[in-house]
């Protein structure tokens, strides 16, 4: 009941074009959904959270849509650029006490120029 | 300002010695949290410290894991008797406030490999 599935594994979209990496969690006590991307080498950094009284979240080309009752969330990705090649990670967590973050297993984008 | 540091950045070392993995976590945040990035696990919660205690040690995978922090600050990770399946990088994070949506700083990880 604590898995976060995420899909794709590995996403490849053409400059310009939209992203979309899906997320499905199960257990309905969290209330915290934040994604995270990563570069190579590097840790991963915090890119848009949402909680889930809204059902939508924009920040710049990134918008997450959570449905409460589907159990799922995704990240859209608007305008595409090689700069998001990256590994995005969907994660989820109660707000209440410590953030101990379940990840998804990650998705690896690529956008080609 | 300075982000999350962590080192060494890279550590190979023998089955059965202990290592030492060190986290100096942002100045002023309260809540530090290990986590353990795998390609058969990704990443999985270790343990979580507010000021100097550990009130969350659920995801230690075995006693030969240990943690500890002083003076709010440096935090280090020991890892005792160390086995093949402990090869993984070890990302430390932080945040202001213990909350569960404090934004969570992480810094660039200590990649462990054991041979």
């Known amino acids: 009941q604590q898995q976060v599935k995420q899909s794709p594994q590995s996403l490849i979209v053409q400059k310009g074009g939209i992203s979309i990496i899906n997320c499905a969690y199960e257990n309905t006590a969290f209330d915290y959904f934040p994604w995270y991307q990563q570069f190579p080498g590097k840790g991963p950094a915090l890119l848009i959270a949402?909680?889930?009284?809204?059902s939508e979240k924009k920040e710049g080309r990134f918008t997450i849509s959570f449905n409460k009752s589907a159990k799922q969330f995704s990240l859209h990705i608007m305008d595409s650029q090689p700069g998001d090649s990256a590994t995005y990670f969907c994660?989820?967590?109660?707000?209440?006490?410590?953030?101990?973050?379940?990840f998804g297993q990650g998705t690896r984008l690529t956008i080609n120029p | 300002g300075a982000g999350v540091s962590q080192s060494p950045s890279n550590k190979v070392t023998e089955k059965g010695k202990d290592v030492e993995l060190r986290c100096d976590p942002i100045?002023?945040?309260?809540?530090l949290y290990w986590y353990r990035q795998s390609l058969g696990q990704g990443l999985e919660f270790l343990i979580y410290f507010q000021g100097n205690s550990a009130p969350d040690k659920s995801g230690l995978p075995s006693d030969r894991f240990s943690a500890e922090r002083t003076g709010g600050s440096v935090s280090t990770l020991t890892i005792q008797r160390t086995q093949q399946e402990d090869s993984a990088v070890y990302l430390c994070a932080s945040s202001l406030v213990g909350a569960g949506n404090s934004p969570l700083h992480f810094g660039n990880g200590t990649r462990l490999t054991v041979t």
């Open positions: 949402i909680r889930p009284d809204v």
């Open positions: 100045s002023g945040h309260t809540a």
């Open positions: 994660a989820a967590s109660k707000i209440q006490g410590a953030q101990k973050l379940v």
